[in-house]
């Protein structure tokens, strides 16, 4: 049962693209600030039959630095991504953080970087490259170019985080309704410093956002953490590769893009990339601690 509500975090994010999508003309900053507001309260009002709970927020400096940089500045990046390029282009680029989780642990202490992870990354690459340059159309589109380098940035922090955040494991779940609250705290005084505000127009855009604090900025990471230490971690390391195959096929369900053979081929390029890349913790015998098999995110 825990591995499946771990998997439900899988499900939740293959739908931020296309609320963040949809959600209007809000900054980024200003979006980071309301989604995360909303996903703390989900931790708060469970409190409320659990006396105590809140103690958990009682944790080291450098837990809550970690917790704080990964959460904020993976969203504030993504956000930033989808204003600045295509929702499907920005999606996928940023879904390269599976890949950059594999090929990281292969680099720590004690790993090895093996043919596979290198051959992962280049299909990895080929299928960021593929989205980048059209497919060979019209070539580097430079309007797109800063959501493109930022949506590369976001894949890179989350990776990160992830790898740096094995060493937490002890850290409760209660601890992220945290890093959610100091996480919207931040983004409401960066917005009022460096954005103008502008709010949702229409039930359709207010209904994005809150479908953001409530799902993949809200419950997806209580559901994620609980899965990941209480359920099959290996089972849900492996199964976040589906990620960039989700959002896409989100996309273009809800009308967003279309399936263009480009998409397609990008899609499949950077979802196998991320497979091959992770093909000693998927297929060899389960024996030991495997590379990423204690990653959580």
């Not at 980024?28 to 309301?34: E, K, N, R, V, Y």
């Not at 703390?40 to 080291?60: D, F, N, T, Y």
């Amino acid at each position: 049962m825990a591995t499946f509500i771990g998997f439900l975090a899988i499900i939740m994010w293959a739908m931020l693209a296309l609320f963040t999508d949809i959600s209007g003309k809000v900054p980024p900053f200003q979006l980071t600030a309301m989604t995360f507001a909303i996903g703390a309260c989900l931790g708060v009002v469970s409190w409320l039959w659990r006396p105590g709970a809140a103690r958990h927020l009682r944790q080291p400096a450098k837990v809550w630095l970690l917790g704080v940089a990964g959460l904020f500045g993976y969203h504030f990046l993504y956000f930033t991504a989808l204003r600045n390029a295509p929702a499907v282009d920005a999606s996928l680029i940023a879904y390269l953080w599976p890949l950059f989780i594999v090929v990281g642990s292969a680099l720590m202490p004690g790993e090895k970087l093996r043919w596979f992870h290198v051959l992962g990354t280049v299909l990895g690459l080929a299928g960021t490259v593929l989205i980048i340059t059209k497919g060979g159309g019209p070539g580097f589109d430079p309007r797109f170019a800063f959501g493109y380098a930022m949506a590369g940035l976001c894949a890179l922090t989350w990776a990160a985080y992830s790898l740096l955040s094995r060493r937490f494991s002890e850290v409760p779940t209660d601890a992220v309704t945290g890093f959610c609250i100091a996480t919207s705290i931040f983004s409401l005084i960066s917005h009022l410093l460096l954005e103008q505000t502008v709010w949702p127009e229409g039930s359709v855009q207010w209904l994005a956002v809150l479908g953001l604090g409530l799902f993949p900025v809200g419950a997806a990471f209580y559901v994620w953490d609980y899965g990941v230490k209480r359920g099959n971690i290996q089972v849900l390391g492996a199964a976040s590769y589906a990620a960039p195959l989700l959002s896409t096929l989100v996309l273009i369900i809800a009308g967003v893009t279309e399936p263009t053979e480009r998409v397609t081929l990008a899609c499949l390029l950077i979802t196998l990339g991320a497979v091959i890349a992770a093909k000693d913790m998927l297929f060899r015998r389960r024996q030991g601690s495997q590379p990423g098999s204690a990653i959580s995110n």
